[in-house]
C-alpha cells in the first residue's frame, strides 16, 4: 500500500467547503479552558462537516494562536459564534428544532453506542468544562444525556478525545439516515 500524498486527498478549499451541504450537528463548547483543545474540536468538526460551534462561557475565541495551533485554519472553514451564556445558546437552539444532548456521566443517561438519532434530526451537542464537565443546568435543560463508557481507571477522557469520538459516531449515523 502507499501512502496518499496531500494533493490526492481531494481536499476542498474554504469557499468550496463553506457552500457545501452540512452534517446536521452544532457542537456546544461549555467553558472550555484549554485552547489546545478548542481547536482540536474546530478541526474534527471541519473534517465531518459540523454546522456550526458555538462557544460559551469562558471558552476563547478565535483568533488565538493556541487555537489556530491545533485548528490548523479550521477556524476559517467552520461557520461560529460566541453566546456567553450557554443556556441561552441552547433555547435558541430548541426553538430552531434542536434535539440537545449533552455528553457527560450522569444518572439514565444513553451509551453512545445505543444513541440513535431520528431521521431528519438536528442535534446540538455539548461538551463541559475539563475539570467541572457539563454545568448541572445545562444537563438538566438538555433532551438527551449521551455518555461514552469506560472501562479502565480513569473516569473522563480529554474533551478533544471525547469529541472526536462523539462527532465520528454522530456523522455516521446521521450520514446513514441521509442516503
Known sequence: MRKLLNEELDRLDVDAY????????????????SLNNIGSVFRTADCYRVEKIILC?????????????????ATES????YVED?????????????HLCAIEQAENSTSLYHFKPEK??????????????????VVDYCDTIIELQ?????????????????IYDLFNKVSSLRS
Open 120 to 137: 431528519g434530526q438536528k442535534l446540538a451537542v455539548v461538551f463541559g468544562n475539563e475539570v467541572k464537565g457539563v454545568q448541572q443546568q
Open 18 to 33: 463553506k457552500n457545501s451541504d452540512k452534517t446536521p450537528i452544532t457542537i456546544v463548547l461549555d467553558n472550555i479552558r
Open 78 to 81: 467552520i461557520e461560529w459564534e
Open 86 to 98: 450557554t443556556l441561552k445558546a441552547l433555547e435558541n437552539l430548541k426553538n430552531n428544532q434542536y
Open 57 to 73: 462561557g469562558i471558552t476563547a475565541q478565535p483568533p488565538h494562536r493556541d487555537i489556530r495551533k491545533t485548528a490548523l485554519g
Open 150 to 166: 469506560q472501562f479502565g481507571t480513569k473516569h473522563s477522557l480529554n474533551i478533544s478525545v471525547c469529541a472526536g469520538i462523539v
